[in-house]
């Protein structure tokens, strides 16, 4: 979608190294997520974030920390990056009024 | 908390018949439910939502869905599928008493439409 944007799509990285996944939004909204896709497990929620600074732990979070501070960019950081983290990471938006997110395009992490 | 189960990992189906997607969700006093579809290497995209009202929800694509509270169900069907339909779709559920979303999802349903 336009208004949010994921970076970067692809990235191979080493175990035990840091890395951090930017995504940005251009609609405003109060509401970011961040999620990970696994085959068989779905979605699952990783942190989100109901405004600026203010960041909570979703399902599964060990590993990985977030930080917002700024309205239209949210960062996802694994502090030590390891294989069990290969996976494809969605970032989404909402706004209050309950109409479902807007989901950014993805970026497939690749830790060897 | 919240759950979603998609019983069916995979569906095949022919061409122009109909398919219809199952979905039950852990029971709740008031849930907002939604369907998304993903095609390959895309992020999820909204086809449907329930939150009040009418029990039958139309959506994109000429997919639509019923909530049954009783069944704890929020199926997707459609009539007439396209080669096109051939996606991922997630059924996913927010409890309509936590104030915002926070969407839980189901492992996904692949929908397979050959010739």
């Known amino acids: 979608d336009a208004g949010i944007t994921q970076s970067p799509r692809h990235k191979v990285t080493e175990t035990g190294t840091p890395v951090t996944l930017r995504c940005h939004q251009t609609?405003?909204?109060?509401?970011m997520y961040w999620y990970r896709q696994d085959p068989g497990h779905g979605l699952r929620l990783i942190h989100y974030?109901?405004?600026?600074?203010?960041?909570d732990k979703g399902e599964v979070s060990d590993g990985y920390s977030v930080s917002r501070s700024k309205t239209e960019d949210f960062l996802l950081t694994l502090e030590s990056a390891t294989s069990s983290q290969t996976s494809v990471y969605f970032c989404?938006?909402?706004?209050?009024?309950?109409?479902?997110?807007?989901f950014g395009s993805g970026t497939r992490l690749t830790v060897v | 908390a919240q759950s979603v189960t998609q019983l069916d990992s995979q569906v095949p189906v022919f061409e122009e018949a109909p398919v219809e997607l199952r979905c039950n969700y852990s029971s709740s006093v008031s849930v907002y439910l939604f369907w998304y579809v993903q095609y390959p290497n895309q992020g999820l995209q909204l086809l449907l939502k329930y939150l009040s009202g009418s029990t039958l929800v139309k959506g994109i694509n000429g997919f639509e869905a019923e909530f049954n509270k009783s069944q704890t169900s929020f199926h997707l069907r459609k009539p007439s599928v396209h080669i096109s339909d051939t996606a991922e779709y997630f059924c996913a559920v927010s409890d309509g008493n936590t104030g915002f979303q926070k969407l839980v999802f189901g492992t996904g349903t692949r929908l397979l439409v050959s010739p």
């Open positions: 609609e405003n909204h109060r509401y």
């Open positions: 989404a938006i909402s706004n209050r009024d309950i109409q479902g997110y807007t």
């Open positions: 974030s109901y405004g600026v600074k203010d960041t």
